[in-house]
């Protein structure tokens, strides 16, 4: 099992940046997969991003280009860099966490959310 936390919301204008961190309870790189998906008033929980122990990468179109992905084993911890954020970033924020077992299940673990809101 993992405990994932989130930290570094806020409010902030449109076009400026914001770091999201996610620090887990257990080495990361035991964890095959990590990532954020946002849910925004109204609407289903999307994948914003996530990437692998082999730091592979992947993004939604919606944030391509804006949003950064990475990771730190040290501090076992994954961060979201956001820059040129847009209104319609605003949404609540989730760290996720994939872990396969040895019998091949899978097993998600969500941390409890944190808000990012953009004003226009």
């Known amino acids: 099992q993992v405990e994932l936390v989130e930290s570094g919301g806020g409010l902030v204008q449109a076009g400026g940046s914001l770091r999201l961190s996610c620090t887990a309870s257990?080495?990361?790189?035991?964890?095959?997969?990590l990532g954020w998906y946002r849910q925004a008033p109204g609407k289903q929980r999307e994948l914003v991003a996530h990437?692998?122990?082999?730091?592979?990468?992947n993004y939604a179109d919606s944030v391509k280009g804006r949003f950064t992905i990475s990771r730190d084993s040290a501090k076992n911890m994954v961060y979201l860099q956001m820059d040129s954020l847009k209104p319609e970033d605003t949404a609540v924020y989730y760290c996720?966490?994939?872990?396969?077992?040895?019998?091949?299940?899978?097993?998600?673990?969500w941390g409890q959310g944190t808000q990012v809101t953009v004003s226009s």
């Open positions: 996720h966490g994939v872990i396969v077992g040895a019998d091949m299940r899978f097993d998600d673990y």
């Open positions: 257990r080495s990361i790189d035991s964890i095959n997969a």
């Open positions: 990437i692998t122990t082999g730091s592979l990468t």
